[in-house]
C-alpha cells in the first residue's frame, strides 16, 4: 500500500479501535453461520490506512482462507473507474460530454423513443455523453422493467459482454428505441459500456489496455484488470443462496468478449482505495481538482423522474453524478452519512464510499449474489460510521 498509503494508528485519524472491533464480530458471525463466505474491509481517513483486514474463507471448499488481496468481480463498481478514464481524455480535449452519443458512435444518430402503443417517435433532443454517463439516455438494462421496450433490450443485448462482441453491442442497442427521452428518466442501464466502447474508438485500443496506463499505472492499482488473472486467489461465493437455497455462481469473466466499461473489472481493496483516493484528493495528480468536482456533483436536471433511483434498495434521497450516486441529505431514511458522499456496489456483493467531508473512503469487497447483500451494505455503513470519533 505505500505508494499511496502510510499506515495510521486508528485513533490518529479519528477512529474509535475498540468500536472498529465490532466489525470482525459483526462478520464473524456472518460466516458462522453460513450467510457470507468472507469478506475484506479497508478503510482510509485523511489519506492514510487506518484499517485493512481480511475475514473468513476465499474458498471454503478449498479451505483456503481470504487475504487482504483476494480478487472479487466488482461489475458495477467499474463504471467510476471508466468514467475516469473518459474524463481523462476529456481533460485532453478530445472528448466533449455535451456531444450527441454519435459524434463518437454514428450508429447512434437520429434516435426515436418507444411510445406506448407500440410506435415511436423521434427524439425530441439526442442522447449526449453525459446522459451515458448518469443513466438518462433512455438505454436501460432490460431485466430492469417490465414494458415491451424493456423486452426489446432483453432480446437483443442478452448478458452483453459474454453473449456480443463490442461492435455486435453497439449494432444492437442501436436499432432499438430509446424508453424515454433523454434526460427525461433515470434509468439504470448500458450508458457506461457504450462509454467504454466510446474511449476505444478515440484510443484505437482496447479499453483495457487504455484503463492499464492511463489509470492503474499512475495509481499503482496492480491487480485490476479485466478477466481473471489469477484463479487461485479469486473469492469463491457459497454454493447456494443463504436467503433462498438455490443455486448461486458468478459470471464466467473468461467467456467476456469485450472489455465492459460498465461491469467488467476483477480488483481488489487495496486497488479500490488507491483508486478512491482520486475522488478524495482532488483528483491526486491523476485528474485535475475542478473534474473531480464536477464528476461529483449531482449532475440530474430539476423535474427529472427519480422514482427508480429512490426505489427501495438503491438510493433514496440521493441524485446522481458522472457513474456514482451523489448523497443530497445527512438523512436518507437507510443509514448515517454526509451530504456530497458518492457510492455505487458491485453486483456480486462488492460496495464502497467515499466521503469528501469526512475525508474517509471505504471499500467492502464479499461475493454474495444474493438479495442479502442489501443488508450487508447498511450494515457495514453503520459499523463504520459510529466508529467516527
Not at 480535449?93 to 406506448?116: H, I, K
Not at 484528493?281 to 427519480?306: I, N, S, W, Y
Amino acid at each position: 500500500m505505500d505508494e499511496v498509503f502510510e499506515w495510521a494508528d486508528p485513533h490518529e485519524v479519528g477512529l474509535d479501535a475498540a468500536r472498529l472491533a465490532r466489525i470482525g464480530r459483526f462478520l464473524g458471525e456472518e460466516i458462522a453461520a453460513d450467510r457470507m463466505p468472507g469478506a475484506v474491509l479497508g478503510i482510509v481517513r485523511d489519506g492514510r490506512l487506518a484499517f485493512l483486514e481480511a475475514f473468513g474463507h476465499r474458498d471454503r471448499a478449498r479451505g483456503l482462507p481470504m487475504t487482504t488481496d483476494s480478487l472479487f468481480w466488482i461489475a458495477s463498481m467499474t463504471k467510476p473507474i471508466t468514467a475516469v478514464g473518459a474524463l481523462l481524455l476529456h481533460e485532453q480535449g478530445r472528448l466533449v460530454l455535451d456531444a450527441p452519443v454519435d459524434t463518437y458512435l454514428p450508429e447512434f444518430a437520429n434516435r426515436l423513443v418507444a411510445g406506448a402503443d407500440g410506435t415511436s417517435r423521434p427524439a425530441v433532443r439526442q442522447p449526449t455523453l453525459v446522459d451515458l454517463l448518469r443513466h438518462t439516455a433512455g438505454l436501460p438494462e432490460g431485466l430492469l422493467g417490465d414494458t415491451a421496450t424493456h423486452r426489446l433490450y432483453v432480446e437483443a443485448v442478452g448478458d452483453g459482454m459474454t453473449d456480443l462482441t463490442g461492435q455486435e453491442f453497439i449494432s444492437r442497442l442501436a436499432a432499438l428505441p430509446l424508453l424515454h427521452e433523454p434526460g427525461a428518466l433515470w434509468h439504470y442501464g448500458w450508458g457506461l459500456d457504450l462509454v467504454g466502447l466510446i474511449i476505444e474508438s478515440l484510443t484505437g485500443e482496447r479499453l483495457g489496455d487504455y484503463l492499464r496506463h492511463a489509470v492503474f499505472a499512475p495509481l499503482g492499482m496492480k491487480d485490476t484488470t479485466f478477466g481473471v488473472p489469477d484463479k487461485d486467489r479469486f473469492a469463491q461465493p457459497l454454493p447456494l443462496d443463504p436467503l433462498t437455497g438455490e443455486h448461486q455462481s458468478l459470471p464466467d469473466l473468461g467467456r467476456a468478449r469485450f472489455d465492459s466499461g460498465g461491469a467488467g473489472l476483477v480488483s481488489t481493496v487495496p486497488d479500490y482505495l488507491r483508486f478512491l483516493r482520486v475522488l478524495l484528493d482532488k483528483g491526486h495528480g491523476l485528474l485535475g481538482r475542478k473534474t473531480v468536482e464536477f464528476m461529483l456533483a449531482d449532475q440530474l436536471e430539476p423535474g427529472t423522474d427519480l422514482t427508480r433511483l429512490h426505489k427501495p434498495g438503491w438510493n433514496p434521497r440521493h441524485g446522481f453524478g458522472l457513474a456514482l450516486a451523489v448523497r443530497r441529505e445527512v438523512g436518507d431514511g437507510v443509514s448515517a452519512g454526509s451530504p456530497g458522499e458518492v457510492t455505487w456496489p458491485g453486483a456480486a456483493g462488492t460496495t464502497w464510499w467515499a466521503d469528501p467531508a469526512e475525508d474517509l473512503g471505504v471499500a467492502f469487497f464479499t461475493h454474495t449474489p444474493s438479495a442479502i447483500q442489501g443488508r450487508y451494505w447498511q450494515q457495514i455503513r453503520a459499523l463504520v460510521q459510529q466508529a467516527l470519533r
